[in-house]
């Protein structure tokens, strides 16, 4: 922590909100990633993580704040998922010498690196869901970024391929130096390798590094012990909780008239969970 105080953030969000008609996405968002650091991005479906790593990567215009990117900055991105025409076949390498100034040495190297040298000559439609994740991957890593950002990169995995992503995602970032964002629903999964988690729902709920390993020996069953040391569980105490809209509808001293847990009697729980 007291690192970042001297460091320059790669990418920095001061401020942000985005507003889809009457509909608020985000608002007050502030967030910075740091060289080498893994930063996480948690949140209910429809909080606002996509809008907001679109907004970070200038895909989308915030209604206010201010987006500011490091003169260095190089971004890879794998987006949440990507449209393949299927009535236009396209192999693996042709799909990834589709980044403008990639020679064939380039690609057979990111290949090797994310283990997708055997699918070169596949066609990109009939790649699986694990596959397809590793091949963007690699698409993303072409251009030597700084910061990877990744949106729920393990979509469509199953539990086997997810674990390998993760650690394939460990090793790249390792390899290349570069720092992560990635919005993951796969906690147990990332959190050992994260240095920062933010609870995103339209604002930011709760933030901070994540508790260290969880010992639970049915995690250290099921994932066997390679991977006990990887998993820590990330525990917080939102002060406050949402309506079915998404809205702050009560904190532990103010409940709206909305709220369908507000306090009735002087003996009720404040909604504080
Ligand atoms: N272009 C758009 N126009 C109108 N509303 C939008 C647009 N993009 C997103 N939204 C709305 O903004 C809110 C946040 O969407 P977003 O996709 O960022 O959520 P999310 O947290 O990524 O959800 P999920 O976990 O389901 O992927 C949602 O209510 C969504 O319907």
Do not use: W
Request: aromatic residues 4%; contains cysteine; charged residues 20%.
């Amino acid at each position: 922590m007291q690192i970042n105080a001297i460091q320059i953030p790669l990418v920095e969000l001061k401020d942000i909100s985005v507003v889809f008609g009457q509909k608020t996405a985000l608002q007050n968002i502030n967030l910075a990633v740091y060289p080498n650091s893994v930063v996480t991005i948690v949140g209910p479906n429809g909080g606002g993580k996509s809008t907001l790593l679109k907004v970070l990567l200038r895909l989308q215009q915030p209604s206010g704040g201010k987006v500011i990117h490091a003169k260095n900055l190089r971004i890879g991105y794998v987006p949440q998922k990507i449209q393949i025409d299927h009535n236009f076949p396209i192999t693996v390498k042709k799909f990834l010498s589709l980044k403008q100034g990639v020679g064939s040495q380039e690609i057979y190297e990111t290949a090797r690196l994310l283990s997708v040298s055997h699918l070169l000559n596949n066609s990109m439609q009939k790649l699986s869901g694990g596959e397809m994740q590793r091949v963007l991957l690699a698409r993303a890593i072409l251009s030597k970024p700084n910061l990877l950002v990744l949106d729920e990169p393990t979509q469509g995995v199953d539990i086997n391929g997810q674990i390998e992503l993760y650690q394939l995602i460990h090793q790249t970032r390792k390899k290349l130096n570069c720092s992560v964002l990635m919005v993951s629903h796969d906690l147990h999964l990332v959190m050992a390798d994260t240095s920062e988690v933010f609870c995103v729902n339209q604002h930011i709920c709760c933030a901070g590094s994540p508790e260290t390993l969880s010992n639970d020996p049915k995690f250290i069953h099921f994932f066997g012990d390679q991977f006990s040391k990887n998993i820590a569980v990330y525990t917080h105490r939102h002060n406050h909780k949402h309506d079915m809209h998404g809205d702050v509808c009560c904190t532990a001293n103010s409940h709206s008239t909305s709220c369908l847990h507000r306090v009735r009697t002087k003996e009720d729980e404040p909604c504080s969970k």
